[in-house]
């Protein structure tokens, strides 16, 4: 049974950083794309950053690029999203998502609090 489990999540000062952590079972983030979505109050779930498979490249929205970074860890089955230079506009749910031909996965959430 796949199942994400998202860690990490806290209250920060704008400008500082955080690490996100999904742990996963049932399936290894090294066979599979894995991604973060995020989603604020009163708004849509939005991708945050998605690491491939395939070749390991790594992809990000706009409005974290060069801030943020997803790592895996194939050994210890895990998934990671680095935050620095945190802004209040950041703060949100932050989820970790799976998509398989048959169902797609989320994790329960972690909350991102980023202070002024």
């Known amino acids: 049974e796949v199942q994400l489990v998202e860690s990490g999540g806290g209250l920060v000062q704008a400008g500082g950083s955080l690490r996100l952590s999904c742990a996963a079972s049932g399936f290894s983030v090294d066979d599979y794309a894995v991604a973060w979505f995020r989603q604020a109050p009163g708004k849509e779930r939005e991708g945050v950053s998605c690491?491939?498979?395939?070749?390991?490249?790594?992809n990000y929205a706009d409005s974290v690029k060069g801030r943020f970074t997803i790592t895996r860890d194939a050994a210890k089955n895990m998934v990671y999203l680095h935050m620095s230079s945190l802004k209040p506009e950041d703060t949100a749910v932050y989820y970790c998502?799976?998509?398989?031909?048959?169902?797609?996965?989320w994790g329960q959430g972690t909350q991102v609090t980023v202070s002024s």
């Open positions: 690491i491939w498979n395939s070749d390991n490249s790594r």
């Open positions: 998502y799976l998509n398989q031909i048959y169902t797609a996965y």
